[in-house]
Each structure stands twice: as C-alpha cells, then as structure tokens.
C-alpha cells in the first residue's frame, strides 16, 4: 500500500491494484454515499450475461468495467473488471506478423480495449450505463473472465 495526500493505492480483495480501493464517490447522489466494486465482478458479468440469454435468447459477451489510472501514463482509461461470454485476452505469441517474423510478447486485452472504447460512448457524466457492440465475431476463443486480467504478483514488475 502507498499513500499521500491524494489518493491510497491498494490492491482489492478482487487483486485489482488500484486508487483508493475502488471507492468511488463521483456519480452517487447523497453526499455521504459511496459506490464500491461488485464483490465478485465475474460473477456480475456472467449473471448478466446469463439473464441476456434467457430473455432475447441471444448470446452476448458482457463486460463489467470501471476507470482506472495507470502507472507511467496519465489520465483514466476505462478497464474490464468482469468478463462473461467473450475472451478476455487474445494471444498473438508464436504467430507471424506481417513480415513473418514470429510476435513474441503479444497478448492483446480485448476486454480492455473494448471496456474503453465503450467508455467513449458512455461518457462519464452522460449516465449510460449499457454500450452495445456488434461485429466482434472474428474474436474467437474461448471466453474469458476479468481474472484473467489480473497481473500476478510475481509478474508485476511495479512492485
């Protein structure tokens, strides 16, 4: 844990390293409120994405998301904290790029990238809380989950 006068930067019982716990107080109407991260945010998406199916009978990756600071860059990006019915990473290792040569670091997180350009659409004061989007097919893989995303300790180099 690191503090200043600003903010507290804690790791979540979710393993979500991250400002203040994920405590947040913008958007809540009573001044003494808080909104706090869903106790298990995979478990969020997947009910959700299980209640999408049984009502329109359509299978629809869902993602449970929130904004988060990043460490050497500046500004929030929104991130992917749950993940049901899509992948949540796609791993490009050991294929050829476009010269042929073999990638070797390239693990792409989809849920992120999507979580972010959704965040775009949302906005964060425009009180949208569902972006759809559509076209995703070529994804492929097997689903995911916002665990996935969690980088372990003993991989984290900020540590």
């Known amino acids: 844990m690191v503090r200043d006068d600003r903010v507290l930067i804690v790791e979540t019982r979710q393993g979500f390293v991250c400002a203040n716990a994920g405590v947040d107080r913008s958007n809540i109407d009573g001044p003494d409120d808080v909104c706090?991260?869903?106790i298990d945010c995979d478990a969020s998406a997947l009910a959700l994405h299980e209640r999408i199916?049984?009502?329109?009978g359509v299978?629809?990756?869902v993602l449970v998301s929130d904004t988060?600071?990043?460490a050497w860059r500046m500004g929030l990006v929104n991130v992917a904290l749950g993940v049901a019915g899509i992948p949540a990473m796609l791993d490009y290792r050991g294929r050829p790029d476009d010269f042929g040569?073999?990638?070797q670091a390239t693990v792409v997180a989809v849920a992120d990238e999507l979580?972010?350009?959704a965040e775009l659409l949302m906005g964060k004061t425009r009180?949208?809380?569902v972006v759809i989007v559509h076209g995703l097919d070529e994804l492929g893989g097997p689903p995911g989950n916002g665990q996935q995303?969690?980088?372990p300790s003993e991989l984290d180099l900020f540590r």
């Open 149 to 151: 995303l969690v980088r």
């Open 127 to 129: 009180r949208v809380p």
């Open 59 to 61: 299978r629809a990756g």
């Open 36 to 38: 706090l991260l869903p």
């Open 101 to 103: 040569m073999p990638l």
């Open 115 to 117: 979580a972010a350009a």
């Open 53 to 56: 199916e049984s009502l329109a």
């Open 68 to 70: 988060f600071g990043r």
